[in-house]
């Protein structure tokens, strides 16, 4: 297949024309950009695995010199004109973000193994076929959430991930970092919170699982956040992290018990569900979290963080003393009000630092949003055209971005949350909904895949779990539709030879390799899936009000 006709994202312009441009390692690099673009072109020609200079005569000493030039334009975000001749490669780039993805497809138009991070190959370096390719994005966001806190993940995984989507055009990567089984983050003002939040004695599949009677934990360092936040931001990712309150609070009670429900001792939980736990949503709590918050802060790079706001028991806080000093004071007669308060007292302080809250729909329902807070719509259609009324809005609903689900209905399947949720069903997936009005339309900053780690244990998991998924997604939020379905599958089969070079472990398109199947222990597939049922639910609480 023509490189050119083979890549992924599809451009909304690319040409192939006769000639080709060696890249070896005598290739000239000049940039006329920022330093960050700079690094990232410099660091994009001595990451390919191109061979070291060898005696005269070797191919590898070409007496043949190309280039490889970026000028940032003041073209959109992401735009980018990449021209490849025998002479070189010219990018014309809006901003890093468009030299990143520039240099994505440049990396496509090379032979496979350019994918892989040694290559021990033809000497002469990578023949890439002359031609043109006009791109830009059609949505701003374009993201991918992993939950850290039902299973760790070590800073090298996050690492890896980053990479893997920055291949794809991803250009957010959200960080579920506290929940009932663990607290993620380091504070060194509130220390209990890592050293006894972020461990748990053993994990249990479901309410009623078997207890596995091994200690699961972990927790990045800030020195750890504020690394994974730079390599993110050098490859075009930002960081986007997330303390989930005031619900998906057991791992923090049990840190503080203080913050929760007087008198009522909170562990970490060993089942990978939601426990239905809360925090008490007054001042001093709201003091506690800025300054965890501001902790993250100082070592993160972002414009965004997340606190969740779903889920949250509120039962008890009818009952409590203080909450209800705190009600009367405002006028309250809604414990619901408590919980927009809450949120809209954090987000304030964000504000002070810049950075805006995002919410899942629960903190939108409940009035817990500023007039910039963008909402995270998970529970179905309706509740995101609402938030879409007076709020930015990511789509992110359960059907069809939950990529913890199952991806067929193949009794081999691995244990999942449920499903299917198959490769079609993301393709076919519009962000800003053909039938909405234009304002609602408009208000739509693009999407995100979510995975959910109760059913995620491993990285290998991670990875058949998210690809081909997300490279459907990522077709999707950065032209805005897969129009073609079929036309998709042929570029996809090229693609996945991409990732067999990175060391991949998706999902084969006819099912799962052996070793990826649930087998007949404690991973085997525990029933048919009941997608249907799960969307029919969803869209039920969806219109709450």
């Not at 779903?310 to 806080?317: G, I, Q, S, T, V």
């Not at 259609?381 to 930015?392: I, L, Y």
């Not at 950065?478 to 991409?498: C, S, Y």
């Not at 997608?531 to 219109?543: A, D, G, L, Q």
Request: include cysteine; glycine fraction near 10%.
């Amino acid at each position: 297949m023509d490189p050119y006709s083979a890549l992924l994202p599809r451009p909304r312009q690319a040409l192939s024309r006769p000639g080709k441009c060696l890249l070896n390692a005598g290739v000239a690099v000049k940039v006329a950009g920022s330093p960050a673009t700079e690094a990232l072109v410099r660091r994009f020609v001595s990451g390919l695995p191109l061979p070291a200079p060898g005696p005269e005569g070797d191919p590898a000493n070409t007496t043949q010199t190309t280039w490889v030039s970026v000028t940032e334009t003041d073209d959109a975000p992401g735009a980018y004109r990449l021209e490849v001749t025998e002479s070189g490669v010219d990018i014309r780039a809006g901003g890093f973000e468009g030299a990143a993805g520039a240099l994505t497809t440049l990396r496509q138009l090379m032979p496979v193994q350019a994918w892989r991070r040694e290559w021990a190959g033809d000497a002469g370096g990578w023949a890439v076929p002359c031609g043109t390719v006009a791109d830009h994005p059609a949505y701003e966001w374009r993201g991918a959430m992993l939950d850290v806190a039902r299973h760790f993940f070590p800073k090298q995984t996050v690492l890896r991930y980053v990479d893997l989507l920055a291949a794809h055009r991803f250009n957010r990567l959200h960080l579920h970092l506290s929940d009932d089984q663990g607290w993620r983050v380091e504070s060194r003002r509130h220390p209990r919170l890592h050293e006894v939040g972020s461990w748990r004695p053993l994990t249990r599949l479901g309410p009623d699982g078997v207890a596995d009677g091994t200690p699961h934990g972990g927790y990045y360092t800030l020195d750890d956040l504020a690394e994974i936040s730079a390599y993110a931001r050098a490859r075009g990712i930002t960081i986007v992290p997330e303390i989930d309150v005031p619900g998906h609070t057991s791992a923090l009670r049990a840190a503080y018990p203080e913050l929760g429900r007087p008198g009522q001792e909170q562990a970490v939980l060993d089942t990978v569900w939601a426990g239905g736990s809360s925090i008490s949503p007054t001042r001093p709590v709201v003091a506690f979290l800025q300054d965890v918050l501001e902790e993250i802060l100082d070592v993160v790079d972002t414009p965004y963080v997340h606190l969740g706001g779903d889920e949250c028991d509120m039962r008890w806080w009818a009952d409590d003393p203080a909450i209800a000093a705190e009600m009367a004071e405002h006028g309250y007669t809604d414990v619901k009000q408590m919980h927009g308060h809450f949120l809209r007292a954090l987000g304030g302080f964000l504000a002070t630092r810049g950075v805006r809250m995002v919410v899942w729909d629960e903190g939108f329902v409940t009035g817990g949003v500023l007039p910039d807070t963008i909402v995270m719509a998970w529970r179905g259609h309706e509740v995101a055209g609402r938030a879409a009324a007076s709020q930015d809005v990511v789509r992110t609903p359960l059907f069809p971005t939950y990529f913890n689900f199952d991806q067929s209905d193949l009794p081999e399947e691995p244990r999942s949350e449920g499903g299917p949720i198959t490769l079609r069903d993301v393709a076919d997936f519009e962000p800003a909904p053909s039938e909405w009005p234009e304002e609602l339309r408009g208000r739509v900053l693009g999407g995100q895949f979510q995975i959910w780690t109760e059913w995620v244990p491993s990285e290998r998991r991670l990875d058949y779990l998210a690809f081909p998924r997300a490279c459907a997604l990522a077709e999707v939020l950065w032209n805005g539709q897969v129009d073609d379905f079929a036309d998709f599958e042929r570029r996809l089969a090229v693609h996945l030879e991409r990732l067999d070079a990175m060391g991949v472990g998706y999902r084969p398109l006819a099912g799962p390799h052996p070793w990826q199947t649930g087998g007949t222990g404690v991973w085997r597939r525990s029933g048919p899936g009941r997608i249907e049922e799960t969307k029919k639910w969803v869209e039920s609480v969806s219109r709450e009000p």
